[in-house]
């Protein structure tokens, strides 16, 4: 679609409804700027930071002010102002500002990381199978060939347990 001022493609929609009258306006974002429909703002990622935190914090505040991070050094007033901690013991030191904010944005205060969707394995488990793929290749190099035997018959054996459970 294209501005309604000029030929540019159209980035700004705007519908208006009056008196059951649809008016629908469609600009490109210069036109738009210059009828003062929006403001030129660029992405402030700081100032996002300190909206959420500051809804999540509240009395806290200044409890949260006089921490600092004795490995680092960086204070929580200066992580607030940057929205970047300073090291990995910052989230212990900040920890009682830091997990409301985590859960709003994770949904979550732990990291648990992903697993591929195919794997029905436990992470466990599968280290146990590649460990016995290891000492079987160890054993075949080493010409240790009735051993090598040995684990291959034993990581058979879990595979197969582990394809019919």
């Not at 960086?74 to 090291?87: Q, T, V």
């Not at 997990?99 to 709003?104: K, S």
């Not at 488990?125 to 016995?132: G, I, M, Q, V």
């Not at 290891?134 to 595979?159: H, I, P």
């Given at each position: ?70 490995a680092c050094g ?14 990995s013991h910052d ?75």
């Open positions: 679609m294209k501005c309604q001022c000029c030929s540019n493609p159209a980035t700004v929609h705007l519908t208006d409804i009056v008196d059951n009258q649809k008016k629908e306006l469609h600009l490109c974002q210069a036109c738009a700027e210059a009828q003062h429909l929006i403001k030129h703002q660029e992405l402030n990622l700081p100032a996002i930071l300190q909206t959420l935190i500051n809804q999540h914090i509240g009395p806290q505040t200044d409890e949260l002010a006089r921490l600092t991070c004795p960086i204070k929580y007033m200066e992580f607030r102002a940057a929205g970047r901690l300073g090291c989230y212990l030191v900040f920890r009682v500002g830091l997990e409301p904010l985590l859960r709003r944005i994770h949904r979550a205060a732990r990291h648990v990381g992903k697993a591929p969707r195919h794997q029905k394995l436990s992470p466990g488990r599968n280290a146990e199978l590649l460990e016995l793929r290891r000492r079987l290749q160890e054993a075949v190099d080493s010409e240790l060939y009735e051993e090598a035997a040995r684990y291959l018959d034993l990581l058979r054996k879990k595979e197969a347990t582990d394809e019919s459970g």
